[in-house]
């Protein structure tokens, strides 16, 4: 029996990839895809890829020429195209999370009917942060199958926020005292400065409040939860995930042994390749956070400051939004990239697993985005975290204080110039390397034959027949 899964990200660039990732891994074991982007996500594949013209854009093209039957359709988010979705993000998520769900039903019901198979073998697999996937699921009939994409650890505290509350530690106490937590199931004891940014704010959003408090309601009636982490990371919070409902560890899903191109890059990237071959093996910082993270311009002058103290070579990608207070031209001090010319070079944005392959990159400065932390650990990349929200702060933890494969950039969100330098300097002096080889040995092991995110995979595909046979 062949699958059917109907795939549906969230529209943010590192929500898109490790969607995409899992539905090459899924295609490659039998299953019929058909992934769905918003207009507006994929007329930014377009542009971005302007050798294809807008209207023929498919990013999975290639795959299918490997014999793939991954399939390719998009939906309105609501909005027009030149829509600034950004600067309206209360009404843009507004929209997608109240209205946008009759649109996907009724495109499900639509793919669902068009098919040339039966429809009792389609099934949902979204990420678990579209918090209307469960009632669609039900709606529509199709197993429901929860993708997450941030480590075990989040989704454990998320999912108990009943004992959070419970014990005093959400809504957060009005005293900023730190305090440990230690009866989460599966979770080893964490200090409250450890736990997910939305977590220790007493006011959240109504939008962030339906969004990240309504997903972690919503999981509860999965069918399934796919987590993009690899066992051996995090095996008690897996374990104690999976007492609960059928949990599978199957990352990190964004790579693969089939080497087949998608095009999933949302803006223009720089070709650092040629730049990188003339420095030598590790010696290079690569400095970037994230495609979402936005700062202010004195943090990113303290960076550069910091960056020229510790006189190494460096790649920085500064985005033209990054700072909340300062336009693209004068983010950087005056001057900075002359006197830098020979060290470091500044880009708009990169191929980040491109660079971070590279054998000169030596380190990465990272805001521990998830996306980011598991490329690092692949390539054997030590990390120097500067966490700023979301489940940033907790995956520091893991990296810093559990795995040791990286430190902190500075104690706090202030940072200082002399922190910078005196970090990148402690951190690329060669002391990480070899626990962050181990962490890459562990990573690439878990995807190979017999490793445990295989294996996982693998069950996962028997369960899901198994659920689709018993259920028609």
Not at 349 to 375: K, R
Not at 448 to 465: A, I, M, P, Q
Request: hydrophobic share 40%; net charge negative; with cysteine.
């Amino acid at each position: 029996m062949r699958p059917h899964a109907i795939m549906i990200p969230v529209p943010y660039q590192g929500h898109i990839n490790p969607l995409v990732g899992l539905a090459i891994n899924l295609a490659s074991r039998g299953f019929t895809i058909t992934f769905v982007n918003t207009h507006f996500v994929h007329h930014l594949l377009s542009k971005t890829h302007s050798d294809v013209n807008d209207h023929q854009t498919d990013m999975f093209s290639e795959a299918r020429k490997s014999g793939l039957d991954i399939r390719y359709t998009t939906i309105s988010d609501g909005f027009p195209l030149d829509y600034d979705r950004d600067a309206n993000v209360e009404k843009f998520w507004d929209y997608m999370l109240e209205d946008f769900v009759v649109q996907v039903e009724e495109l499900i019901r639509n793919i669902v009917k068009s098919c040339d198979f039966p429809a009792y073998r389609t099934l949902l697999i979204t990420d678990t942060f579209n918090p209307w996937h469960a009632k669609v699921a039900k709606n529509c009939n199709l197993v429901n199958v929860s993708f997450w994409t941030q480590p075990a650890l989040v989704l454990a505290l998320g999912y108990h926020l009943d004992l959070l509350r419970k014990n005093g530690h959400y809504p957060p106490r009005e005293e900023k005292t730190e305090d440990t937590i230690t009866y989460v199931p599966g979770v080893e004891p964490i200090g409250t400065k450890d736990l997910m940014s939305f977590l220790k704010e007493a006011d959240v959003t109504v939008i962030l409040e339906k969004l990240v408090f309504g997903a972690f309601e919503q999981v509860r009636y999965a069918d399934f939860i796919l987590l993009n982490t690899v066992q051996e990371l995090e095996p008690k919070t897996v374990h104690a995930l999976n007492q609960i409902l059928p949990t599978y560890a199957i990352g990190p899903v964004n790579f693969s042994a089939r080497d087949i191109k998608i095009s999933k890059a949302l803006v223009q990237q720089t070709d650092c390749t040629e730049w990188l071959q003339s420095k030598p093996p590790a010696s290079v910082l690569y400095v970037s956070f994230g495609s979402f993270i936005q700062t202010t311009k004195q943090v990113i002058e303290e960076i550069a400051h910091g960056l020229v103290l510790a006189d190494v070579n460096f790649i920085w990608v500064v985005r033209k939004n990054i700072a909340t207070d300062s336009d693209a031209t004068s983010v950087l001090p005056g001057g900075f990239e002359q006197r830098v010319k020979e060290k470091g070079w500044i880009v708009p944005w990169c191929d980040q697993e491109a660079v971070l392959s590279h054998p000169g990159i030596g380190a990465f400065l990272t805001h521990c985005g998830w996306n980011s932390v598991l490329e690092s650990m692949w390539h054997g990349v030590p990390i120097l975290c500067y966490p700023f929200l979301y489940d940033q702060p907790t995956n520091r933890k893991l990296v810093v204080d559990d795995w040791k494969i990286g430190i902190n950039l500075c104690d706090g969100e202030a940072v200082s110039r002399d922190e910078v330098a005196g970090n990148i300097k402690r951190l690329m002096c060669g002391e990480f390397g070899e626990q962050s080889k181990k962490f890459r040995t562990l990573l690439r092991d878990s995807l190979g034959d017999g490793g445990s995110s295989d294996k996982n995979l693998e069950r996962f595909v028997e369960d899901l027949r198994a659920k689709i046979l018993e259920l028609n």
